[in-house]
T-cell receptor, first 118, second 112 residues
Framework: GAVVSQHPSRVICKSGTSVKIECRSL??????MFWYRQFPKQSLMLMAT?????????EQGVEKDKFLINHASLTLSTLTVTSAHPEDSSFYIC??????????????FGPGTRLTVL | AQKVTQAQTEISVVEKEDVTLDCVYE???????LFWYKQPPSGELVFLIR??????QNEISGRYSWNFQKSTSSFNFTITASQVVDSAVYFC?????????FGAGTRLTVKP
């Protein structure tokens, strides 16, 4: 089946630094990728939707200047957490879908990236 | 607006008991998809089932079964003869035009 990878799986960084997380669809072209954030013992919350070649759409309350999303190709989307702070520590999960603007009938989730900001 | 409610925060059962996880959703979309995912301690989401809004047939897969009732906007998940390996957090999710909305999750603990 379809596989989505994320790199790195874990990252620890100092406060104030920027961290880039990659999400790759390994065996299919992902026209749309989604980024979710999950705090400990909480649910997944959609942060943003990115379509290849266009600007990402951010959910309410998510700072677009802090969470930079780039979807430069049909197999790669990156999330950059700029000037990370301890409150950004979370589990970041991406998913990839192929259905364009139709309802998201199938999303393939990556294994997640655990970010810890000291 | 889309919303998924999983009222049960935590459930604890003894092995071999049956357990039902509730899920109620809200959406204005006429076409949508409902999902159940399992999240073990590793964090990786495990896909369990997808159901589209036009298909109200219930489904059984081994010890798992799902009851989709559009009239009550519910999509409940039953595990029959639970096992310790079923212990995890289970998420119900709704997929519409913009991304996927997850419920708060139900933490299931199956004790031996």
């Amino acid at each position: 089946g379809a596989v989505v990878s994320q790199h790195p799986s874990r990252v620890i960084c100092k406060s104030g630094t920027s961290v880039k997380i990659e999400c790759r669809s390994l065996d299919f072209q992902a026209t749309t990728m989604f980024w979710y954030r999950q705090f400990p013992k909480q649910s997944l919350m959609l942060m943003a939707t990115s379509n290849e070649g266009s600007k990402a759409t951010y959910e309410q309350g998510v700072e677009k200047d802090k969470f930079l999303i780039n979807h430069a190709s049909l197999t790669l989307s990156t999330l950059t957490v700029t000037s990370a702070h301890p409150e950004d520590s979370s589990f970041y999960i991406c998913s990839a879908g192929t259905s364009g603007n139709r309802p998201r009938d199938t999303q393939y989730f990556g294994p997640g990236t655990r970010l810890t900001v000291l | 607006a889309q919303k998924v409610t999983q009222a049960q925060t935590e459930i604890s059962v003894v092995e071999k008991e049956d357990v039902t996880l509730d899920c109620v959703y809200e959406t204005r979309d006429t076409t949508y998809y409902l999902f159940w995912y399992k999240q073990p301690p590793s964090g990786e989401l495990v896909f369990l089932i997808r159901r589209n809004s036009f298909d109200e047939q219930n489904e059984i897969s081994g010890r798992y079964s799902w009851n989709f009732q559009k009239s009550t906007s519910s999509f409940n998940f039953t595990i029959t003869a639970s096992q310790v390996v079923d212990s995890a957090v289970y998420f119900c999710a709704l997929s519409g035009r913009r991304g996927m909305r997850f419920g708060a999750g139900t933490r299931l603990t199956v004790k031996p």
